[in-house]
């Protein structure tokens, strides 16, 4: 197996662009798991899926944030309209059930200017 | 709330052994997660503990668990160069039909390996 794709690995777009994050997850999982990484917050968990259903989305920090899983195999998250301050490294990661831990994808790195 | 707490720094000598420590708040956690971040990648379990156990050993890594105190620690043993990176403590409860399954993820201890 490949483990977690996540792309594109970098994106730096300007203030108001919209961007679009795209996540694999690993064949068979039934979780997948969006995260953002930043110095000042550490490891913040922004939605996760269940069975491709949103279960909770409390951690998105604006309607500006969207997220999307129209299939087992593939996720998106949408910034709309972007700013500096989510200039951030995202990452997407799966599970099986059971809580044995999950996988996650390289990240994108995003910085909005 | 659930809280995952860790210190942020950790530096040793190459060969001798390292012990990152973690407190957690939910006494209902069923397993405790141990995560790598090299620099540029994402996260990587390591390896993780269910609640009932008080010791899990694989190779160079030892995981001691005391849930009386909340305490959970990881120690690599013979440390390497190639042991330097961010180290994650987490907590959960497993169960996809009650408790919080999601685990809470500490902010990581950065672990500086030199020579």
């Known amino acids: 197996d490949a483990g977690v794709i996540q792309s594109p690995r970098h994106e730096v777009t300007e203030m108001g662009q919209e961007v679009t994050l795209r996540c694999k997850p690993i064949?068979?999982?039934?979780?997948l798991f969006w995260y953002r990484q930043t110095m000042m917050r550490g490891l913040e968990l922004l939605i996760y899926f269940n069975n491709n259903v949103p279960i909770d989305d409390s951690g998105m920090p604006e309607d500006r944030f969207s997220a999307k899983m129209p299939n087992a195999s593939f996720s998106t998250l949408k910034i709309q309209p972007s700013e500096p301050r989510d200039s951030a490294v995202y990452f997407c990661?799966?599970?099986?059930?059971?809580?044995?831990?999950?996988?996650f994808g390289p990240g994108t790195r995003l910085l909005v200017l | 709330g659930e809280d995952v707490e860790q210190s942020l720094f950790l530096s040793v000598r190459e060969g001798d052994s390292s012990v990152i420590n973690c407190t957690y708040t939910?006494?209902?956690?069923?397993?405790l997660y141990w995560y790598k971040q090299e620099p540029g990648a994402g996260l990587q379990l390591l390896t993780y503990?269910?609640?009932?156990?008080d010791m899990k050993q694989d190779q160079r890594l030892t995981v001691l668990l005391n849930k009386k105190d909340k305490h959970l620690s990881l120690r690599i043993a013979d440390t390497q160069t190639g042991d330097s990176a961010i180290y994650f403590c987490?907590?959960?409860?497993?169960?996809?039909?009650?408790?919080?399954?999601?685990?809470?993820f500490g902010r990581g201890t950065s672990l500086i390996v030199h020579p």
């Open positions: 064949s068979g999982h039934d979780y």
């Open positions: 990661a799966s599970s099986l059930a059971e809580g044995r831990g999950m996988t």
């Open positions: 987490a907590e959960g409860g497993g169960s996809i039909s009650g408790g919080s399954y999601i685990p809470t």
């Open positions: 939910d006494s209902s956690s069923t397993y």
């Open positions: 503990i269910f609640s009932n156990m």
